[in-house]
């Protein structure tokens, strides 16, 4: 009799075990979010959190390129703009001066050329326009603003010509003024092409900023519900573990501990369930008749 007395309890133990092994294969299967559950909640919260500050760092930069774009290219429309004004003015001007001979005018013919001259080079090459502010400019970027520039430079090279040999002749060079006169549409419709260009510019640049921060949006929308789907998961798998740790205080040692959790809340759930198995083959120990 022992002997058969002794081979039960055994018996007993093995069943005990029993339920555990469908545990711990279902821990071993992949479930929910697959790879990203078994990682740890440290390294979770990392893979969502640090997507969400790179795209506020890269939202903030965009802004400031975006703001920093359109003003110099309001800036270059600008100063395309004043250079058709600028035309008409020094055509007007070297007019005025071939009629008058005024040294006042000849005084406003050579300020108005001088002017021209360090527009159309600020645009092209970038500096200050006004040297008493000292303001640089930077360069057009636009190639086909840049191939209008050009041949704006390449027309006025002609006027500037024609505007200081009308200044050298103390305004008597009829064919100076002439020569001025005639080089005025082909400078304005010039200065014209450069104003539309840097404008087109402008727009395009705005647009693809736009583009971008569309994108950057929809990113920022997605990393929100993966941040919402993982503190999901955190939180169902401790409500999981609180109701399994109740029912452990309350005797029920019969339902298996969830082990499937996230990463360390997984660790905790196989602990208290090796927790569960051992109590409950020491409660079935001590329920055995004593021999």
Request: net charge positive; no cysteine; proline share 5%.
């Amino acid at each position: 009799m022992p002997p058969s007395h002794a081979a039960a309890p055994q018996a007993s133990t093995t069943q005990a075990a029993a339920p555990h092994a469908p545990t711990a294969q279902a821990a071993a299967s992949p479930s929910g979010l697959g790879r990203l559950s078994r990682l740890s909640i440290h390294t979770q919260l990392f893979l969502v959190v640090t997507p969400l500050v790179v795209l506020v760092v890269t939202l903030a930069a965009g802004m400031l390129h975006l703001t920093h774009t359109l003003a110099t290219g309001t800036r270059h429309a600008d100063v395309a703009g004043r250079q058709r004004a600028l035309t008409h003015r020094i055509v007007a001007d070297a007019a005025r001066y071939h009629a008058t001979r005024a040294p006042s005018d000849m005084a406003r013919l050579a300020s108005s050329v001088a002017l021209f001259d360090r527009s159309l080079a600020a645009l092209l090459e970038g500096g200050p326009i006004d040297s008493a502010s000292g303001d640089d400019l930077p360069p057009i970027e636009d190639r086909e603003a840049r191939r209008a520039a050009m041949r704006q430079l390449q027309l006025w090279g002609g006027a500037a010509l024609a505007a200081q040999r009308l200044l050298a002749s103390g305004g008597a060079d009829e064919a100076a003024s002439r020569d001025l006169a005639a080089a005025e549409t082909g400078l304005f419709d010039a200065a014209n092409e450069v104003t539309h260009r840097l404008t087109v510019a402008a727009a395009d640049r705005g647009r693809l900023m736009m583009g971008i921060q569309l994108a950057l949006l929809v990113f920022a929308v997605l990393a929100a519900v993966a941040a919402a789907l993982v503190g999901r998961r955190i939180s169902l798998s401790i409500a999981r573990l609180t109701q399994a740790a109740d029912a452990m205080s309350r005797g029920r040692l019969d339902a298996p501990v969830p082990t499937d959790g996230t990463g360390e809340l997984a660790v905790l759930g196989k602990s208290l369930d090796r927790m569960r198995v051992s109590l409950a083959k020491a409660m079935r120990l001590l329920e055995q008749p004593r021999a």
